[in-house]
Nanobody, 121 residues
Framework: QVQLVESGGGLVQAGGSLRLSCVAS????????MGWYRQAPGEQRELVAG???????DYVDSVKGRFTISRDNAKNTVYLQMNSLKPEDTAVYYC???????????????WGQGTQVTVSS
């Protein structure tokens, strides 16, 4: 059994900051990539930021220079530091981990339950 649990969402004024955290736990052998996605009402889920096990990162253009993704491999945790938040960043943010559960050779995607981020103007 694998679980991803997010925390850190909330309500913030435009220009403010939030830090999201996501801890992966359970029967995990290896975590490859981790990332943050978001989904606004009526929109498709989009990749916001991703990070490989080696620390390479990628961002959607709309958050470059404002958001920073990082991870602590020893703690199976990924973070998303969000600065200079804008109302258009309002969405449910989901953590994703591409990992191999213990006892298998299969890489699968796992998701957190989502955390709401609301940016007021």
């Amino acid at each position: 059994q694998v679980q991803l649990v997010e925390s850190g969402g909330g309500l913030v004024q435009a220009g403010g900051s939030l830090r999201l955290s996501c801890v992966a736990s359970g029967n995990i052998f290896y975590i490859n990539a981790m990332g943050w996605y978001r989904q606004a009402p009526g929109e498709q889920r989009e990749l916001v930021a991703g990070i490989t096990s080696g620390g390479s990162t990628d961002y959607v253009d709309s958050v470059k220079g404002r958001f920073t993704i990082s991870r602590d491999n020893a703690k199976n945790t990924v973070y998303l530091q969000m600065n200079s938040l804008k109302p258009e960043d309002t969405a449910v943010y989901y953590c994703n981990a591409r990992l191999v559960p213990r006892g298998t050779l299969k890489t699968s995607d796992y998701w957190g339950q989502g955390t709401q981020v609301t940016v007021s103007s």
